[in-house]
């Protein structure tokens, strides 16, 4: 295992143990994907808190793992071959982290195919839908004197959250009967979208009776509850 030192993010976030897995994030619907799988897998690590209000994920050291200026980031100093491995992309995350373990994830290859299909569903439209609303509803967009990209953005999360309800129908979690990372990834932005979002009116929640119970037994396992509020 090599000295996380050699990572140019470590001069700005310090590790303390540096045998554990580092996770740089903040409470964001993204950020928690990560901190509930490590809470729901015990796998351990050491939490960095990067403030994104602050512009934090621009700065070089943070640039340096993810040119992509977002959280979350991770660097496994016991990756694969027993090498550093340093990621970012939390669905990515999600799927290494759950490979590495051999948990949260079917073993049975149908079954790896078809969580990691709602993983990249969560991740190309639950996403970006649903943080476009709360641009529109909460944040500066919602200035916006044309209300039509708002209702747009409405229009689409209702008919993501209807996608939900019909695979919710006849299931407890995504999978079926097994928690998965198809689970841990969408919680946080259904959980934002309602919550911090103030869209639970505006997007008719409480029509999706489904996706309301399964939001409900996502949020009561402890695991969950933990990993929203890491970084603390």
Known sequence: MSSLSAFPITARWPAQHEDRLQLYSCTTPNGVKVSIMLEEIGLPYEAHRVEISKNESW?????????????????????????????????????????KTGK?????????????????????????MFGQVGFFHKFAGRDIQDKRPLERYV???????????????????????????????TLGWVRNLIGFYGARDLVEF??????????????ARPAVQRGLNIPA
């Open 206 to 219: 409480d029509t999706f009776a489904h996706v309301a119970a399964w939001l409900e037994r996502g949020l």
């Open 59 to 99: 700065t070089p050291e943070f640039l340096s793992l993810n040119p992509n200026g977002k959280i979350p980031a991770i660097i496994d100093p016991n990756g694969p071959g027993g090498k550093p491995l340093a990621l970012f992309e939390s669905g990515a995350i999600l799927v290494y982290l759950a490979e």
């Open 104 to 128: 949260l994830l079917p073993a049975d290859p149908a079954g790896r195919y078809e969580t990691m299909q709602w993983v990249f569903f969560q991740m190309a439209a639950i996403g970006p």
């Open 155 to 185: 229009t689409e999360s209702k008919r993501l959250l209807g996608v939900l309800e019909t695979r919710l129908r006849d299931r407890p979690w995504i999978m079926g009967e097994e928690y998965t990372i198809a689970d841990v990834a």
